[in-house]
């Protein structure tokens, strides 16, 4: 069974900054990619930023510049570290992975559980 844990997160002032991170476990064969997305009340799940295995990431155009993702490809555990927040990245953030589970053969989505960001005026 493959878990993604995630930690992080919480209240903090505009301007302030937050980390998260995420750890995939489990029976894993191998990982393609992980990424955060979030999700605001009353809007949909948007992506915010992943990274491949190989270390390319991609942001959305709403955190480039403010927000830098990485990861751990031994350990595997994803980071997203949030500088300059602002109230309109209030969110539940959620770690996704895209991954090979042992037996699999096919590569799916894996999500965790989410964790709230509250950025305050």
């Known amino acids: 069974q493959v878990q993604l844990l995630e930690s992080g997160g919480g209240l903090v002032q505009a301007g302030g900054s937050l980390s998260l991170d995420c750890a995939a476990s489990g029976a894993i064969t191998s990982i393609n990619s992980m990424g955060w997305y979030r999700q605001a009340p009353g809007k949909q799940r948007e992506k915010v930023a992943s990274i491949t295995r190989g270390g390319s990431a991609s942001y959305a155009d709403s955190v480039k510049g403010r927000f830098t993702i990485s990861k751990d490809n031994t350990l595997n555990v994803v980071y997203l570290q949030m500088n300059d927040l602002k109230p309109e990245d209030t969110a539940v953030y959620y770690c996704?992975?895209?991954?090979?589970?042992?037996?699999?053969?096919?590569?799916?989505?894996?999500w965790g559980q989410g964790t709230q960001v509250t950025v305050s005026l």
């Open positions: 996704n992975a895209v991954l090979l589970a042992w037996r699999a053969t096919s590569w799916d989505d894996y």
